[in-house]
DNA sequence: TCACAATGTATTTTT
DNA sequence: TACATTGTGA
């Protein structure tokens, strides 16, 4: 490996093998590059001493994790399979695997989704006689989630009293935790407690995993929480081989937990360590690089660092203000066809929004141009209903325990077993201190259920038997369909459904779960099994790779959050208005202005050439037409980097001559792509604004 | 128990 | 606007 390619700083990064060394690697500063430099340098160094399954990578996303397996794997071939790469929560959920029954859980535990939590949740209040229509039970895991992760017990009372949700989270808390527990589940928190309280309680257990674990890295460090810190320190064990990569401008998860004080405070967490900075930034040309720093830098309390680029000039940044966001839709189509017809791929091109919800418009006005596009994140595929109620079954087949899934199926398809007859099964379960399913198979006993009742709850009982010991012997697939053909799935959804092509829509959903189980056997092979599949599930939701050839050339569409690390020669940041970006929050409230600061400067950063920050004047919303202002963040901009376009009158004429010039420009930009070094500075458009 | 209709309410980011 | 939930009638 040549490790003269690296800058000096990115080389000591590469090189310091030994104790805790903190990377402050600001954005496009070629961080993946010395994570994966480090590990090969790893192997390369002390061959024999450090073996591939010594070395724990973590990364923010499975997305993450796969790219930088296959980059090792590339790098060093195929002595680098034995890298461990994986989120915290894959690592964490890995270990329990092995060794969760020593704290009690079944060996099969299951991961709850973020349904089950908040059913689990909603169950809790009605107990405590909470309406749970009256309090949003997705504020109350929030709390939850977040007195799990800051190290809090269950704790039945609070001393100070807060306000109605700290109260109901008081109260709710400790039974969340019981039914998880008694459901056979975890929930995500609990892949790094539990992990944690191993390490802490079972002096065997911590001897096995730091032996093997010899050496630690963790990218994203600015967004790891306080229990995944304490997990690392737990695994760093005494040798303390950290080494920790982050950029504390990019922290923008602190609305889940992540703590930037862990990289702020890396030198006392673990001291004695080492600190470098990699302050080149290899990505963007001089604008862009401008504009964001003049974002970043007004936020107090940073770790202070000097971004260049040696990509001098560059294309202005555009400031676009569209009348409405269907017409900011169309200006961004209309702009992607321009570059693209100057040879810009799309999958060079991406569209980034503050919010979901923000792609629709994008999505139509793509299709209508015939421009492909991917929509990461956010797919909602295995949010739609028949796609739930599949994964449901699978819960059930899998966990008995599963009360929630089991709730939710026991009569999807309509088979005859309604509230009725299944309040009553809760009541003699608790009655009897039993569980449910225990009821549930001598339903025939009870006195009290509905006429006919009994015998279809033992029918339903009996089939889930059947397929469980069905599943035994792997065909997932096609256990899948026999089961789905059994209980008339597609019939009942065919049925369900308002028009035929709502029913294909929905039928679509459960062919994507056939398809996403036969991927998921080609790829695990023999050891793929419903549990590992659930598991696998809960942990990463990304889609299957659709396997459409010749259709991968696309522009990419993706919040903000989602875009972190990756980057594209083009780039558009839509919504740039007030209570978009930044975000307004829940009803006025705590807004955090710093991180959605940050949140801009990482949008900014995706942008190695050319960036458009558009708005629009009015936008729908809730059916309603709103006025809408601009950004503050747009007033921090250096005007001499950026150039105003107001697109308020929508013209479909000809190109105007300052249009041509500015394209004419572009072209000459984009002949070559992106040369080192950077294309001859000055390059922006001659004269301004369009109007 | 179930199907359908009217009514009401939601809107951040994700492992 | 779009969707989920609630209430009504069979």
Redesign the pocket.
């Known amino acids: 490996m040549d490790l003269s390619k690296l800058n000096p700083p990115q080389r000591e990064a590469v090189v310091t093998l030994e104790g805790p060394l903190l990377v402050l690697a600001g954005a496009g500063s070629g961080k993946t590059r010395v994570i994966t430099h480090r590990i090969v340098h790893l192997l390369n160094e002390r061959p024999g001493l450090i073996m591939a399954r010594n070395i724990l990578a973590v990364t923010?996303?499975?997305?993450a994790a796969t790219e930088m397996k296959e980059r090792l794997v590339h790098m060093a071939g195929p002595r680098a399979q034995g890298v461990l790469v994986c989120?915290?929560?894959?690592f964490g959920a890995e270990m329990l695997r092995e060794d969760i029954h020593r704290l009690g859980w079944p060996r099969k535990f299951a991961i709850a989704d973020?349904g089950d939590q908040l059913a689990n949740i909603r169950r809790a209040m009605r107990e405590h006689k909470i309406d749970d229509?009256a309090f949003?039970a997705?504020k109350v895991l929030?709390l939850i989630s977040k007195a799990k992760n800051s190290g809090k017990a269950p704790e039945p009372k609070p001393e100070g009293i807060g306000d109605d949700y700290d109260l109901i989270t008081h109260l709710v808390y400790p039974d969340y935790q019981l039914s998880l527990k008694a459901q056979g589940s975890v929930d995500?928190?609990d892949l790094l407690l539990l992990p944690a309280r191993l390490l802490r309680e079972h002096p065997d257990l911590y001897e096995k995993y730091t032996r093997r674990f010899r050496y630690l890295l963790v990218d994203e460090f600015q967004d790891t929480n306080t229990a995944q810190l304490e997990l690392l320190k737990l695994l760093a064990g005494r040798s303390r081989n950290v080494c920790a990569v982050g950029d504390d401008d990019q922290c923008?998860?602190s609305?889940?937990g992540a703590e930037v004080r862990n990289i702020l405070d890396f030198d006392r967490l673990f001291p004695g360590g080492k600190e470098v900075r990699l302050e080149q930034n290899y990505r963007s040309v001089q604008t862009v690089l401008d504009a964001a720093n003049a974002v970043i830098a007004k936020n107090p309390e940073r770790k202070a660092k000097q971004m260049w680029t040696d990509r001098k000039g560059g294309t202005k940044v555009k400031v676009v203000t569209c009348p409405n966001d269907e017409e900011e839709a169309r200006f961004v189509a209309h702009e992607i066809q321009k570059h693209m017809a100057l040879g810009i791929s799309a999958d060079d091109i991406a569209v980034l929004y503050?919010?979901?919800?923000q792609s629709r418009p994008i999505e139509e006005m793509l299709r209508e141009k015939n421009i492909g596009y991917e929509v990461?994140?956010?797919s909602e595929f295995f949010?739609r209903?028949e796609v739930k109620d599949v994964i449901a079954y699978f819960k059930v087949i899998v966990n008995k325990l599963d009360e929630i899934s089991l709730l939710r199926i026991v009569?999807v398809p309509?088979?005859?077993?309604?509230?009725?007859?299944?309040e009553r099964l809760s009541v003699h379960a608790r009655g009897e201190g039993v569980t449910l399913w225990t009821v549930m198979k001598k339903a025939a006993d009870y006195e009290d259920l509905?006429p006919g009742?009994g015998a279809r709850v033992l029918d339903f009982v009996e089939m889930v038997e059947r397929y469980r010991a069905a599943y035994e012997h792997g065909q997932l697939a096609n256990v899948t369909r026999k089961l789905l053909e059994e209980i008339g799935f597609r019939e009942a959804t065919r049925?369900?459904a308002t028009s035929a092509t709502a029913a294909d829509k929905k039928l679509k959903g459960v062919d994507g779960v056939l398809n996403s189980l036969e991927n998921f056997e080609k790829r695990e092979g023999p050891k793929a099994s419903l549990l590992t599949y659930l598991n696998r599930l809960s942990?990463?939701?990304?889609q299957e790779e659709e396997e459409v050839p010749g259709a991968n050339r696309r522009v990419t569409l993706?919040?903000v959050?989602?875009s972190k690390g990756l980057e594209y020669r083009l780039v558009f940041f839509i919504g740039m208005e007030e209570d978009l970006m930044p975000?307004g929050?829940?009803q006025g409230e705590?807004?955090?202005l710093e991180?959605e600061r940050r949140?801009c400067y990482v949008g900014i950063t995706r942008a190695k050439e050319v960036l458009y920050l558009t708005r629009a004047a009015t936008r729908?919303?809730?059916?309603k037409e709103v006025p809408r202002t601009p950004s503050r963040f747009l007033e921090d901009l250096p005007p001499e980097v950026i150039e105003v376009m107001d697109m308020d009158a929508p013209r479909e004429g000809p190109p105007t001559t300052e249009e041509k010039n500015f394209f004419a420009n572009l072209k000459e930009r984009f002949k070559k792509p992106a040369v080192p070094g950077g294309p001859p500075g000055g390059a922006g458009p001659a004269g301004g604004a369009a109007r």
């Open positions: 923010f996303t499975n997305k989120t915290f929560h894959a973020m229509r949003d997705r929030t995500f928190d923008i998860y609305w889940r503050r919010t979901n919800g990461v994140g956010g949010d209903r009569n309509s088979r005859g077993i309604g509230d009725v007859t299944m509905p009742a049925a369900h942990l990463d939701t990304r993706m919040t959050h989602a975000h929050g829940m705590a807004q955090n991180e949140l729908v919303k809730r059916g």
